[in-house]
T-cell receptor, first 113, second 113 residues
Framework: DAKTTQPPSMDCAEGRAANLPCNHS???????VYWYRQIHSQGPQYIIH???NNETNEMASLIITEDRKSSTLILPHATLRDTAVYYC??????????????FGTGTRLQVTL | KAGVTQTPRYLIKTRGQQVTLSCSPI?????VSWYQQTPGQGLQFLFE???????NKGNFPGRFSGRQFSNSRSEMNVSTLELGDSALYLC????????????FGPGTRLTVT
């Protein structure tokens, strides 16, 4: 799986957009970009994934650069409940084997009043 | 759709006892994965079940076992509990095996005394 680099922490004011960057310069053609988050003491939560086109769902938007070497997760109107550690992961969508999930160190997003 | 449910949510056991945890996946999801999460080790993959078959297993001793039923519900069992087994046990479901989009339940917090 391609390696990813994320800033260790970010702050965001409530109501503002939170833009979380991820670098994945060694991504290969069949690898998707996935984002998960984990709120303290809760299980991880799948947010969104994409291959090369920008994606949007009810939780967030994912912007992937044209060369696919980096991406940005956007939470359009951050709330206090979005305070969590956000993980960017790059890997093939269907490995044909186990669905083993592994996290790096992620970005700790703190949303403040 | 209802999310992934896990029972019980909290459990206190003593060393040497055994425990069985239950997981009901999202309706229509056929893959169930189990994870152990501790502050020191982070998220660690235990095993995945698909179509009542174990697809892959993480690096855990044989005291950890699981099974899946024909309705995709899954159970995991830990025998001869040790203090180090105290953790949050998470179940995640996915439509098919090998898919990286996994939906987690709230977890069962097991305390071994």
């Amino acid at each position: 799986d391609a390696k990813t680099t994320q800033p260790p922490s970010m702050d965001c004011a409530e109501g503002r957009a939170a833009n979380l960057p991820c670098n994945h310069s060694t991504i290969s053609g069949n690898e998707y970009v996935y984002w998960y988050r984990q709120i303290h003491s809760q299980g991880p939560q799948y947010i969104i994934h994409g291959l090369k086109n920008n994606e949007t769902n009810e939780m967030a938007s994912l912007i992937i650069t044209e060369d696919r070497k980096s991406s940005t997760l956007i939470l359009p109107h951050a709330t206090l409940r979005d305070t969590a550690v956000y993980y960017c992961i790059v890997r093939p969508r269907n490995t044909g084997t186990a669905s083993k999930l592994t996290f790096g160190t992620g970005t700790r997003l703190q949303v403040t009043l | 759709k209802a999310g992934v449910t896990q029972t019980p949510r909290y459990l206190i056991k003593t060393r040497g006892q055994q425990v069985t945890l239950s997981c009901s996946p999202i309706s229509g999801h056929r893959s169930v994965s189990w994870y152990q999460q501790t502050p020191g080790q982070g998220l660690q993959f235990l095993f995945e079940y698909f179509s009542e078959t174990q697809r892959n297993k993480g690096n855990f001793p044989g005291r950890f076992s699981g099974r899946q039923f024909s309705n995709s519900r899954s159970e995991m069992n830990v025998s001869t509990l040790e203090l180090g087994d105290s953790a949050l046990y998470l179940c995640a479901s996915s439509p098919e095996t090998g898919f990286y989009e996994q939906y987690f339940g709230p977890g069962t917090r097991l305390t071994v005394t």
